[in-house]
């Protein structure tokens, strides 16, 4: 692999000469193509502490949109998702839901934000009383829901389950459908992962709403939307209080604390040097193979503008 030459074709932004409702997230750019259709573009743009880095990783993008597809097909039995195809590795064609607001987060270890909370001195996290005695990336009693309100700008908040339908933001009916979906889903990455050798740490989902029906849209069990261990020594790890081995954005949060920044005012966000960019995509892809059992082999896309008038035209109107 020529990775000089992938640094410098990592897909960043997009642009399409005729569709101008258009919706730039951390990592997706959707085009709605149709009443009824979106185009979601994958980029390769990389986020942590709800802050996108500066430099992107090459086919992250990529990777994401494979591993979408993988966990999409694990858990369509459990919910209708917005799939419709994936005609391009870094775009997704889908149905146009109504998002709700919400980031659906199950923790099944005491690890992350979570964990930080902790170490403060925080034993109630979303509603959830935390139990004492736990020490970091120690597994939960049970797993826990922990939402958090999706902002557009700034930092997404922890909210408990009372107060989102205090504040009226889904019915309790809808809730409740959400709530017993999540656990299912989850319970299925458990399954899923452990089958690989890793154990599904925490993740979160987004729902949305399709003619009225329940739909799971954005990606799931992606290493974008959760955190992995490996099965393998993690008991003797943590017997000898050792850090977990784990494939996860948190070791893009780690180096990003070891180099002063965690998205508080007055910090700068550092630059990412090109051997750690690489590092991050060998982790991507890594995972990506060791969650699959299948191999991954980059397609370096030169022009994504074109690609995407080309991909898109069927379904513009």
Not at 21 to 43: A, P
Not at 108 to 137: D, F, N, Q
Not at 164 to 183: H, N, P, Y
Not at 235 to 248: A, G, I, N, T, V
Request: hydrophobic share 35%; charged share 25%.
């Amino acid at each position: 692999m020529d990775f000089k030459h992938a640094l410098t074709h990592c897909i960043t932004s997009s642009s399409h000469p005729t569709l101008k409702d258009f919706y730039q997230g951390k990592v997706r750019e959707v085009y709605t193509l149709n009443s009824q259709i979106l185009g979601i573009l994958v980029t390769d743009r990389i986020s942590a502490f709800d802050f996108i880095m500066h430099q992107a990783i090459p086919f992250k993008g990529q990777i994401l949109n494979k591993l979408a597809e993988f966990g999409f097909n694990k858990v369509a039995h459990i919910v209708p998702n917005h799939i419709i195809e994936i005609p391009h590795p870094n775009i997704t064609i889908a149905k146009k839901c109504i998002p709700i607001p919400i980031e659906v987060v199950i923790r099944a270890h005491l690890t992350g934000h979570a964990w930080r909370i902790y170490k403060s001195g925080g034993r109630m996290l979303c509603g959830v009383t935390l139990p004492e005695g736990l020490r970091e990336h120690d597994p939960l009693p049970e797993p826990i829901l922990t939402p958090a309100i999706k902002s557009f700008e700034g930092h997404d908040e922890d909210i408990s389950e009372k107060e989102i339908l205090a504040k009226g933001i889904v019915s309790t009916a809808i809730w409740e459908e959400i709530r017993e979906k999540a656990f299912e889903l989850f319970k299925t990455g458990q399954e899923v992962s452990r089958e690989q050798g890793l154990i599904l740490v925490d993740t979160k989902y987004e729902f949305g709403l399709h003619l009225d029906e329940l739909t799971l849209i954005d990606e799931v069990h992606t290493t974008d939307s959760s955190r992995y261990f490996y099965v393998d020594g993690y008991e003797q790890r943590q017997k000898d209080r050792q850090p977990q081995k784990q494939l996860s954005k948190e070791f893009l949060r780690e180096w990003l604390i070891k180099n002063d920044f965690q998205g508080l005012e007055g910090q700068n966000l550092p630059d990412l040097p090109d051997p750690f960019r690489i590092e991050v995509y060998e982790r991507y892809a890594q995972l990506y193979e060791q969650l699959t059992g299948l191999s991954f082999s980059p397609t370096i896309i030169e022009d994504i503008n074109s690609d995407i008038k080309v991909v898109f035209s069927p379904y513009v109107s």
